[in-house]
């Protein structure tokens, strides 16, 4: 007998009589029927149907109020595939059916609940051709061939099916879902319903959309659990492999959003459509987890999204659903989910520090149109927003708060401690870069230095001990140039101590405590550091910065900058307060003498000419310079001109010793002083330095200039103080000779630069002393005691009172060569040479013109060679030229001649303006003969060649060679040479070829004397 027909709780007899009824009266309407059901399978919801079921289970858990629960069983029945979606929450009621067979979106059972069984359950014919939805009460199948038959009982509709079939690539095109018929769970479906689920739908696979079904359940996962929240968990099993998805927020950081749309935004919308919208960004625990960059609306879409969160709503789409509508309603959702994802940094900010922070924010280049509204409106809300964790633990917007930037910035973290807006931020330039687009400013060290909260030295301390850090960086220490730095004032006249802070910004000139410490410095008027703020490592930070311990020579050098010193007049309280600055001043020039390693460096005015002006007291009391006075009983007193200086006072002789009293310029003998950096184009421009102080030192640098004709630069120099007061000379010398500093001060050569070129000289104490010690009308250094060249002194004998200094000494102040002599002492060596030996002479003359002297005036007489004895002269100076050259010695016409070393040619200019005398090229008119060409002797020839002459001037032979009608031997004339003698011939040939030591040779091998190898064996 036959089945008996199924029950049919949801009425779908009366779906399908109205539907046919409404197709009858208008066949228009049956094609738009199958044509929207077919648009919506092949376009906006092809390979939608896992997620499209997934979303109806969500709709029943939210109506039914409960932790949805969804399964996918992918089996085979009959060998064929079967797809089984069970889920539980409100069953399928008449509602849902009428839904699905409208063929529209349903009616909502709650605001923010996703449409159920609607448009979207369309989609599941993409995978089969009759789909059945079972409850516990009873179900509905969708199949096509009752479908068909029921079409074709109408021949007016079966002729538009017919129509539509024959439709080239699209057969078979039939509105399935409109026209349900009542069905009963059996199988697998039952065991389901049997197993505690609401609704179970049944969907027998097409064989080609096996594999479709088979990928769109493999992405089923947290993101449609995400998006679907009414859902606890979700199971896929495929073939009999199981797989579980719940609990996704324990993997993701989920936050969430819901709103009503706008009046203008619902008018973009589709009549009909939920003007209620929700939004959610999950933040993945692990960033692999994110595989599909998209906003799912709430499935995916095809717009993709560039930030590090799954980004969830109900987004107005196309009617394919894959794209986003492009409406207000769209845009203003984009806007709220940036918003929304503002929030979500910020609940991730305040877990995390700023470097896990950094990938979250929005910067960067948007993926799509609708992922730029959204970074735009992320950056928005997260500039006005509190997401920023300061260094106290209090959240600040970006505008609240600074990065330290540029050099120093490591040193945020330290600096925040007392700044809690100043933030610590990595060094990522991408990062900080992104932070300043969102409103965070960026500082400059020296910025967060001048608003860093120093109220007490302590507060000093503890940035200074920051900065060490990082100190040893030039930036960072040009950046903490104005650091703030407590003062300690000077105490109290009555003797209290109650001091104020005093404060200033920058450490350069600053004293530090500690070290040595004479009297009370900030009586002197010197800025010193608060004791308060010398911990850890602030000196080191406040000695890079230009402050200094209080090392004497540095107290002092700050002293002449600050303190100007005078003579006290009138008011007694003011003269004791001189008096106690003097004294502290004294103190300060005993310490830098006591920690001197050398007693060159001990002279302390040398660097510190303003010491030298200290008032001290005379012996009548009164205020007198240093410089003024002498200490009684020291060699000053018996050495120095009387009445030139003021003796000290006895109680200040008896309280400092000699060394401290001739530190500060108190004349006590000869005193050895170094000084370094000298320099004679800055004499008299006032810096420290021995030429500011010392006339001797001063006259030798610009006579250094003068020697050299250009600058002279002095790297170091010792030397002896006081000459110019010294009076009696044997006993100054005899002092310093006995004196081991005096002595090497006295005798050792300076090295000097000019031009980069080094020179060894006299030091400035012997060159004063040999160029200002007057004896018998000569200056000493014009006088000497040992011989000359061949054999005559270069100056006049020395005094008799030298014959006991040592050898030394002497050698240091006398004239020991003709170059030490100036323009008297070379007059003198010059007088002595009439009847010397040309051998006698001819060195003189050359060391003359070597020194550079010039004679002035220059002598009306001078020493020059008899052409016929072959002695020096004395002749009228208007009667002597100074011969080039050999040949220029046959003119006797021109006068007596005067001559350098043939070794030296170029030495005949400076030794003609020596002696103001012609040259002899000058005088003669150098007429000659043209003479005849000639080969050289073949000798001669061979010769040259061996010593490697190759090139020979022109030879004109002359039988008669006379120049201006007087007979020589020879003469070179430009590049010829003229000879009328053999004799004549070799001295030409040795002279113009420069090798005028061969002239011999050459003569012998061109009179046949000696063969070209016998003279070659001679010359070696």
Known sequence: ?????????????????????????????????????????????????????????????????????????????????????????????????????????????????????????????????APSLFTKTGGVRFTPDETRALIDADPALEAVRRELDDRPGRPGTLPILRLPFPAEP????????????????????????????????????????????????????????????????????????????????????????????????????????????????????????????????????EPDRRRLADTAATASLCAEAGTLYARLVADYAGDHDLTAVTRLLPGGLPASPADSRVREAASESLTRRRWLRRSDGTAAAPPDVRILEGPGAALAADLSARMPELLICPPDPELRAELRELGVRGVGLDEVIEAYPCNTPQDAAELLTILSGEIGDSAV???????????????????????????????????????FHAGDLAALGLPTVHPDAMVDGAAGVLERLGAAPPEPGRVLELLGESFGLGLVDGDEGAWRQAARVRREILAVVTAAVETSADPADAATFVRHPWLAEVPLLDSDGEPTPAADLYLPGSAAESLNDAGEEYPLDEKIARDYPASVLAAIGVRTGPVVVRAADLASDSVGDGE???????????????????????????????????LDLIADWPSALALMDGDAGLRAALTGRVPVMVDGDRHDVRGPAAAWIAGHVDVDGLPLGQHSDVAGPAGMSPGRAAPDWMADLSSEVRHALLATAP??????????????????????????????????????????????????????????????????????????????????????????????????AGLGSELADQVLPAGHRAEYPRAVSKLCEALGLTSLPAYREHDDLRVDGRPVDWWIDHDTIHAATIFGLSRALAWATGRWEVRDALFAVATGDQTVPDVLGEMG
């Not at 010039?854 to 100074?882: C, K, Q, T, W």
């Open 477 to 515: 220490a040009e950046a903490a140039a104005l650091v703030p730095v407590p003062l300690l004032t000077a105490a109290e006249p009555d003797g209290g101590d109650g001091r104020p802070v005093q404060w200033r910004r920058g450490a350069r000139g600053l004293l530090m405590p500690g070290g």
């Open 1 to 129: 007998m036959p089945e008996p027909a199924p029950s049919d709780p949801f009425d779908t007899a009366g779906v399908r009589r109205a539907t046919v009824a409404a197709w009858r009266a208008t066949i228009l309407r049956f094609r738009e029927d199958a044509a929207a059901e077919d648009e919506l399978v092949r376009g906006g919801y092809r390979g939608r149907a896992a997620y499209e079921l997934a979303q109806n289970a969500a709709d029943a858990a939210a109506q039914a109020g409960v932790a949805g629960s969804v399964l996918f069983d992918l089996i085979r029945e009959a060998d064929a595939a079967v797809l089984y979606a069970a889920n539980t929450g409100a069953p399928l009621d008449a509602e849902g059916v009428s839904g699905v067979a409208s063929l529209r979106a349903s009616g909502k059972r709650d605001t923010a609940a996703i449409g159920r069984f609607g448009l979207g359950f369309t989609a599941v014919l993409e995978l089969t051709a």
């Open 819 to 916: 170059g030490d002599l100036d323009a008297d002492g070379w007059q003198a060596v010059l007088d002595r040479l009439d009847g010397a030996g040309i051998a006698e002479c001819v060195p003189v003359w050359t060391a003359l013109a070597e020194a550079g002297i010039e004679l002035d005036p220059a002598p009306s007489e001078l020493a020059a060679i008899d052409p016929e004895s072959g002695r020096a002269v004395r002749s009228s100076s208007a009667n002597v030229f100074v011969a080039e050259a050999p040949y220029w010695l046959a003119r006797s016409d021109l006068g007596r001649a005067v001559r350098a070393s043939w070794a030296r040619p170029e030495l005949a200019d400076d030794l003609a303006s020596a002696l103001d």
């Open 688 to 722: 420290a330095g021995l030429d500011a102080v010392d006339d001797p030192t001063a006259w030798w640098l610009e006579d250094l200039e003068r020697r050299f004709d250009g600058p002279v630069y002095v790297p170091d120099v010792t030397t002896i103080l006081g």
């Open 186 to 317: 059996t199988g697998h479906a039952s065991e389901l319903l049997d197993r505690g689920f609401d609704t179970v739908i049944r969907l027998p696979l097409r064989s080609e959309a096996v594999g479709g079904a088979r990928e769109q359940l493999a992405q089923l996962g947290d993101p449609a659990l995400l998006a679907l929240d009414a859902l606890g968990d979700l199971t896929v099993k495929v073939d009999g492999n199981e797989r579980r998805c719940a609990d996704a927020a324990s993997r993701w950081q989920v936050v969430r959003a819901a709103g009503t749309f706008t009046d203008d935004d619902r008018a973009a919308l589709p009549p009909g459509a939920d003007p209620h919208w929700w939004l959610a960004w999950a933040l993945p625990a692990e960033a692999s987890m994110l595989t599909e960059p998209v906003i799912h609306a709430p499935t995916p879409s095809t717009e993709a999204i560039g930030l590090p969160a799954l980004l969830l709503g109900s987004f107005p789409v």
